[in-house]
């Protein structure tokens, strides 16, 4: 089994005792969507895809497990670190780590690791439901993806 499989089954473990079916579903379609989306990006930007896929599958994990969605970024990136260790190298998983911690941050710029996750996160929330209402922030970054990617923004509004 491949790494990123040894990933998700670490976080499947922690998802599963989720209670609540709703927000166990919630958690399993945004944060495997996210990491899906993060590959896609990643691919499009020549950025390495397997750490991009880690960083999406961990970004908002602590706000699923904690049922708490304040300071998640931080909450998730200390998480992550130890799910990724056996897996990644100290070098990738300082980089998905950072991303994570920095995700909310949608208003700043950062490394193009970082900027890959936000976008996925945007991007993310608008697939999921189309008619939701995005912060003024992921909205753009949203609307940017999209034409990025060669599609009509007219929805992402």
Excluded: F
Aim: proline content about 7%; glycine content about 4%.
């Amino acid at each position: 089994m491949n790494r990123l499989e040894c990933l998700r089954e670490r976080v499947d473990a922690l998802l599963l005792p989720i209670t609540d079916p709703e927000e166990r579903r919630c958690a399993y379609v945004h944060l495997y969507g996210v990491s899906q989306l993060c590959v896609l990006l990643a691919a499009k930007r020549g950025l390495a895809t397997d750490p991009a896929a880690a960083a999406g599958m961990l970004h908002d994990l602590a706000a699923y497990t904690d049922a708490d969605p304040r300071e998640h970024a931080g909450r998730s990136a200390a998480m992550a670190a130890p799910l990724l260790e056996g897996l990644y190298s100290p070098e990738e998983t300082e980089q998905i780590v950072t991303a994570i911690a920095r995700h909310s941050d949608k208003q700043s710029r950062h490394e193009p690791p970082d900027e890959l996750l936000k976008d996925a996160d945007a991007l993310q929330h608008w697939l999921y439901n189309p008619s939701a209402q995005l912060s003024p922030h992921a909205a753009a970054r949203c609307r940017a993806t999209l034409r990025e990617l060669g599609l009509p923004t007219d929805e992402a509004e």
